[in-house]
């Protein structure tokens, strides 16, 4: 075993996890694992790639621990925190050890990190689900752009699909150049580059709902109770330049 | 009249209403538009800190009614709007559509009669119902003194209706407020409690007071939120800090609203539905109001010192819920982990458990967090007003700048 071994997977969740029953059947302690997307110039350490044909068998197992074991490690590979290949190696392998208690755990790094980071990723999706602001376009497609944090764009797929039904809309994550194009029931997921924003037109009536938006917006709050700490919190800056109704306040602070 | 100037003034005058919760109810989008989050979702934040989930409006700020506190009162100057059923319902449709609201709030002055305007309040949320397929959430407040068969008709429509208690005694009622009684108010919230169900007020009903209008104790005002806790199966009371808005003889004049007593009442309230207090635990006659330094469960557990410190590792889920700092999230997690190893302060930290508080009044696996000698009522209670005083500090530094 080489302790320098980088052990590089294509980014996606089933070649991951592809790797990482690899590395435990082959009961290698990897200390890094990597998508070649984040794959930097590294001269001292050795890449290696373990993959063998698809095979559901181990995704089978992982599921049959506890729906919400499962659930979490696919929180785990949403999430942007560094390292979490390992996390989720980790997780895994005390998962299969310990079966579904495993998430009461918390004694065990791996475990608690875990927990932490799909709560994170949870938490992220929620507060989405709330802030993700819509624009209409010419076509009648309803248009959001997101930046966030974590890969949260499935969460709000799903949530959006039930929601808006009978509309049809796009959610394009900036940060990730992932478009999510829902119309007629169905939604799907692409990947697409330099998506320029005018390439869209706004319908006629866009301006006048954004007006009133904003109107309503600074007239609902209480000025003898103002409290911008409180706001901050609940509803932190790095979403406001996706907000409609916080477009005067970005002017104001910068 | 533009759109936009109506709903400046209609906004303006729902403002004061504390309720702007979305959570509590499973309607599901039936080939239409939209469906209800059962644990509710903010939508944004207004610059006082508080949620956004509604589209928060009066159908009209026109009142007959003369209520003291209120700025649409009858004898009021102020500019007047209506928004007709349609309106409203393009406001909705479109402010949904977008993702800014997770429903409507449509609560209204009283217009020629209570059953004309439950009548229209009624026309515009079928219309947005049936017309538009809204499956959204949908708040409207019950106008006290309407008929009967209005209420239950309006109740089928909606996640949630409500009346709003507005002060806690009868007597400051009829002062304040000469053209609403308390019965016209606890009738509706009768008629909602008899006929609760999934379909109709399926997210239940709240109510809201008024603090510091009038001279009430906290205790009064705890006995009668619990009083309508109990009797009409409420949801949520809300306390909404009295802020002038009219000069009047029989209203005080404050500079600030208690913004400080209207939190600590919400945390009683917290305790008392949450955590298995009772009022007789936080208020009695001798201490009518709450302490403004110390939060009522610290306050609590300082009067009852001999029940600590508690051993994290032993004690059953309702005591852990009386440890300051501990609520049902962190108490369950404790009881979920320590079945299978004995927790320590560290364990607890990875928890997330805040010890800010709680460390003051636990043991851990038989360990006090510093000298056991350490552990009395001075100490404890000169560290925990310590802290708060830090806090407010930082406070006030950011509201200078």
Redesign the interface.
Known sequence: MNNFDVYLYDGSFNNLLNTIEILIKEKIRPIKIVSEECLENDLFSNIKKKTLSRNSIFLKKLQNISKEFFKIVYDVYLSDKQNKELIMYYFILNGLKYGS?II????LKCV?EAL?VSNYVRREA??L????????LETNF?L?YISPTNNVLGYLANH?K??????SWMIYDLKRDLLCIYTKNKYIIITVKDLEKNDFKFSS?ELE?????Q???K?????????????M???PKKYWPY???MSDEIEKSY | MSIEEKLKILADSAKYDASCSSSGSKRENNNGLGNASFSGICHSFSSDGRCISLLKILMTNCCIFDCKYCINRKSNEVKRALFTPEEICQITINFYKRNYIEGLFLSSGIIKSPDYTMNKLIETITLLRCKYHFNGYIHVKAIPGASNYLLKKLGSLVDRMSANIELPTNNSLKLLAPDKTQDKVTKIMQTIKENKSKNFVSAGQSSQMIIGATNESDLNIMQMSTNLYNRYQLKRVFYSAYIPVNKDRFLPSLKMPPLKREHRLYQADWLIRYYHYKIEDLLDSNNPNFNILLDPKANWALRNLDKFPMEINKVSYNDLLKIPGIGPTSAKKIVSNRKFYTLEYNDLKKLGVVLKRAKYFILCNGKYFISNEYFNYNFIQNHLLLEDNIDKKVQLCLFNE
Do not use: P, Q, S
Not at chain 1, 162 to 167: D, K, S
Not at chain 1, 209 to 213: K, T
Not at chain 1, 219 to 228: H, L, V
């Open positions: 208690k009461y755990l918390r004694k608690n932490n929620h507060k689900k709330g802030f993700v602001r819509f624009r209409k309803y959001a959006f039930n929601r808006l039904a009978n509309e009536d709902f954004a007006n009133l938006w109107t309503f917006y007239t609902i709050a209480i000025k003898e109770r103002k409290n911008e700490r409180c706001r919190n609940m509803m907000m409609i109704e």
